[in-house]
């Protein structure tokens, strides 16, 4: 199971648009926001995450960053239909998979659906589609 910090970071950054709490910039697929720094320092050591700036707000980069959007929107969709998370193992980034399973779960726990919601692997109410990043 992931600690509900390092589950919110990496979440924030999956649902992250130029309208979101954390911004991410299509150009260099930088995402800036103001983030737990222990939990960021704590990827960055373990080559996750890649400090681009962290002055007064922090810019950070994902590593491998297509294994990771595919991996969690694998768990996303790997959740809703019911699996469990035995397919982590099959997945190019296990710990992001990770991460979109339980993810997919905490929203479903939520008594109401979340209005205009937003996230990377996850359908999107306004146009039916799978929102990517």
């Known amino acids: 199971m992931i600690s509900k910090k390092v589950r919110e970071l990496f979440v ?9 709490p954390v911004v991410y910039d299509i150009e ?3 995402y800036t926001g103001n983030f737990n720094a222990a939990v960021v320092n704590k990827y960055i050591e373990l080559g996750a ?61 939520k008594k109401r659906p979340v209005s205009g919601y937003i996230c990377h692997g996850f359908e999107r109410a306004d146009t039916g589609l799978i929102h990517q990043q």
Do not use: C, W
Not at 54 to 63: D, E
């Open 49 to 109: 995450l890649e400090l681009v700036e962290g002055v007064a707000a922090i810019t950070i980069l994902i590593n491998n960053r297509d294994d990771f959007l595919s991996s969690f929107a694998a768990g996303a969709r790997e959740a809703m239909h019911g699996s469990d998370q035995s397919y982590a193992d099959y997945n190019a980034n296990p710990f992001a998979f990770s991460v979109g399973f339980e993810h997919f779960h905490q929203l479903a726990k």
């Open 28 to 30: 260099t697929q930088q």
């Open 12 to 20: 924030s950054l999956m649902e992250a648009t130029d309208t979101s």
